[in-house]
C-alpha cells in the first residue's frame, strides 16, 4: 500500500499509554461486557476466555492526545482514515447527502466508550453512540502471528470494515431494538458482511483516485477477511463449527463480499439483505 502518499486524518484519540484503572467484572461489569458483545457480534463467552481473569482495566479518563499520531503505526492508521473520509465524502455528496467524519480512538489494554467498557479482546469495534471506531493496534500483530494475516492492507481493512458500520449507522441500516439472533443467515452476519463490502467499496475508489494499492494488497485483505471468519475461529478454537451461532458469516462469506466491494466500487452491490445467498 502506498499509504504514506495520502495525508493523516486529524479524527484520531491517541489514548495509548494513558493511566488506567481496575474494576472486577462482576455484576455492572458483566451487563456492560454483555452490552459489547451485542453491539459487535462477539460472543460474550470470547469475551470473558479474552480477558483472562476476574479484573479489567479500564480507561480512567485521562486526556487524549488530538491529531495524527506521531509514531509509523499511528501515522498509517490516521492515513488510512483520511482515505475513507476521503472516499464516503464523496460517495456521499455523489448521492446527496453529507458525510459526517467518524473519529478513531488508538488504546491499549482497555477503554471506555459510549456503548460501555471494553477490552482490547473484545477486538476492534465501532460504537454507533458515539460514531467512534475503537482500535488496539497490537490486533494488527495478532492478525498477523494468530490468524496468518499480516500486510498493510489486511490492516487497513480492519479499519475501513469499522468505518463500514459507520457508513450503515449513517444511512439507517444498522438494526435496532432488540439485538438479532445469530445464525449463518441472521441479521448479525447480513450486518457484517455489507461491513466487509463496504470496505471494499472504499479500497475500489482509493485505488481509483489515489493508485493506493500494489502487487498483492488484494490478495492481503481478501486472506485477512477468510482469516477472521467465524467457520475458521471456531476451528482454531477446537470447536466445531456450528453455524448456527455465527455472527460474522464464515471464512468463504467474508472474502467473497469484500471482493464484491473491491471489483464494483458500488455501494448498492453491498445489499446483503436482499441477498438469497451470501
Known amino acids: 500500500m502506498r499509504w504514506q502518499d495520502y495525508r493523516q486524518s486529524d479524527n ?17 461489569g458483566l451487563v456492560v461486557l454483555l452490552l459489547v458483545s451485542l453491539l459487535t457480534g462477539i460472543d460474550p463467552s470470547v469475551l470473558l476466555n479474552g480477558l483472562g481473569g476476574t479484573q479489567v482495566s479500564v ?43 467518524p473519529r478513531l480512538v488508538l488504546f491499549s489494554d482497555a477503554v471506555q466508550s459510549a456503548c460501555g467498557m471494553a477490552s482490547a479482546a473484545v477486538g476492534p469495534f465501532y460504537c454507533p453512540q458515539d460514531h467512534k471506531l475503537y482500535l488496539d493496534v497490537s490486533f494488527f500483530d495478532e492478525l498477523a502471528r494468530r490468524f496468518g494475516a499480516p500486510g498493510d492492507f489486511a490492516q487497513a481493512y480492519v479499519i475501513a470494515h469499522e468505518v463500514g458500520h459507520h457508513v450503515q449507522t449513517l444511512l439507517g441500516l444498522m438494526p435496532g431494538g432488540s439485538a438479532p439472533q445469530a445464525g449463518a443467515d441472521a441479521t448479525s452476519v447480513r450486518v457484517e ?86
Not at 486526556?63 to 501515522?75: I, K, M, S
Not at 463449527?241 to 471489483?263: D, I, N
Open 193 to 278: 458482511l455489507q461491513a466487509d463490502c463496504l470496505a471494499g467499496v472504499w479500497g475500489y475508489h482509493a485505488n481509483r483516485t489515489g493508485r493506493l494499492l500494489e502487487p498483492g494488497d488484494v490478495d492481503e485483505g481478501l486472506r485477512a477477511a477468510a482469516a477472521i471468519g467465524d467457520d475458521r475461529l471456531q476451528r482454531t478454537a477446537g470447536q466445531a463449527v456450528q453455524p448456527e451461532s455465527w455472527t460474522h458469516g464464515s471464512s468463504q462469506m467474508r472474502a467473497r463480499w469484500l471482493r464484491r466491494g473491491l471489483e464494483s466500487g458500488d455501494p448498492a452491490a453491498c445489499d446483503t439483505f436482499a441477498a438469497e445467498q451470501l
Open 59 to 101: 480507561d480512567e479518563g485521562a486526556p487524549a492526545r488530538q491529531g495524527a499520531p506521531d509514531d509509523e503505526v499511528g501515522r498509517f492508521t490516521a492515513a488510512v482514515l483520511a482515505s475513507t473520509e476521503d472516499v464516503w465524502n464523496e460517495r456521499f455528496a455523489a448521492a446527496g447527502k453529507r458525510y459526517e467524519e
Open 12 to 28: 484520531v484519540e491517541d489514548r495509548r499509554g494513558l493511566g488506567v484503572g481496575s474494576i472486577a467484572l462482576g455484576g455492572g
